[in-house]
Nanobody
Framework: QLQLKESGGGLVQPGGSLRLSCAAS????????MGWFRRAPGKAREGISC????????WYEDSVKGRFTISRDDAKTTVYLQMNSLQPEDTGVYFC????????????WGQGTQVTVST
């Protein structure tokens, strides 16, 4: 199983930006589709974006389309989520995981990184 660690969260005002990172240890991500997931307060975890590491195809959930950008590093060991024009409804814990068939591949999750959008 992949060892993944999320980072980059924080407190930001509405309209602000953050860049999240998902770093793999012990292996590269080149054979995976990688996804970012969000668990908003009181809600179930949902997928918000994914990136096919082989061909760079991307997918975005409608609420983040045009504001968030998923990308990777050249070594294919880290996946990023650039989040712009953040809104209070983007508040939550953000996780990364490999994706297969549109669903998280691994049952085990990391600790995630907290994003809070507030004045």
């Amino acid at each position: 199983q992949l060892q993944l660690k999320e980072s980059g969260g924080g407190l930001v005002q509405p309209g602000g930006s953050l860049r999240l990172s998902c770093a793999a240890s012990g292996s590269t991500l080149e054979s995976y589709t990688m996804g970012w997931f969000r668990r908003a307060p009181g809600k179930a975890r949902e997928g918000i974006s994914c990136l096919n590491m082989a061909d760079d195809r991307t997918w975005y959930e409608d609420s983040v389309k045009g504001r968030f950008t998923i990308s990777r590093d050249d070594a294919k060991t880290t996946v990023y989520l650039q989040m712009n024009s953040l809104q209070p409804e983007d508040t939550g814990v953000y996780f990364c995981n490999a994706v297969k068939g549109g669903l998280p591949l691994y049952k085990s999750w990391g600790q995630g990184t907290q994003v809070t959008v507030s004045t």
